[in-house]
């Protein structure tokens, strides 16, 4: 593919962050962005690299009114020694394909993916902080652009990549959230779009989001939308139980986003001594499990705050704390993980692309 690149003189660039642990998620871009268009008669075409510019749409676009968009998430990280460094990121270019799939729009090739995301970062790589704990957050995203107000697929689209440099998620140290079980709002539902990263599914989120902050928690544990019994995930996560010793985490049966850090999880879990399964979990077992002590302690796992502790589950009026919020096993996965992606681990699996 040959991008066109349009790039800042080195006095138009903005000046980089004071303090790299200060930075919050997602409020800072870099200078540039990739952005390619789609049409039925050329495919993608006309790539470009270019100072990050606001978009002109007409006003009925697709993703105005019918919200036909898919994106991704996933982190450049700089080593010891100062490479730079993607986490599986052929895993995101194909989930970003069946996204764009399951959502009735133009399919980005993945190799497309990965050079446009390559070169990109590249050319950013100023931007990615060195302190420990923060990267440069990468969100590459498809619109439908078409204007018309019918209901159908668009028959135009943009694919763009932003970057954001991000501060650790925990500058004070590890430290848990706490999760509000709702069984009367759903996140997605089995035969709906809970499987694709789509951003309807998060403005399907957020009511519950605000009574869960509502009731003095940070983020919903999502169920099962049919019968209010299944735990899916935690937020914007997917969700691990230590349940008898094991590493339990519920199954993907439709509804729950294939993340790549739970498939990471489970992959590394016989490494660290402890076996994994995937299975349905009933919210009743783990209210059970935490009060007589089988349940010993609850993660997220997801790119951005990579591995959360779960410190306490709210549900029907009563607040059961985990009896060990700062779980061993949720450390033991963090710095597995952060130690890989970082460089500073043998990536014995050959998850590491150095760019
Ligand atoms: C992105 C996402 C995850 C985590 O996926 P990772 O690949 O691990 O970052 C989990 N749940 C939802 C709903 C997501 O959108």
Redo the contacts with the bound molecule.
Sequence with gaps: MEIKRTILPQEKRKPLYEDPMKLQFGKMFTDHWFAMPFNPEDGWHDPEIKPLEPLSLHPAANIFHYCQEVFE?QKAYKSPNGETLLFRPEENARRFRRSLQRMCMAEVPEEIYQEALFELVKIEERWIPRAKGTSLYIRPTVIGTEAALGVKPSAEYLFFILLSPVGPYFPKGFSPINLWVSDTFSRAVEGGTGEA?TGG?YAASLMGGRIAKENGYDQVLWLDAKEHRYVE?GG???IFFVIDGKLSTPALTGSI?H????KSVLEMASDLGITAEERRITIDEIMEGVGNGRVSEAFC???AAIITPVGRLGYKGLDIPFPDPEGPWARRFYDMLCGIQFGEHPDTRGWVKKL
């Design positions: 998430g990263k599914n995930e914007a996560m997917n986003l993340g790549i850090t739970r796992a997801g790119t």
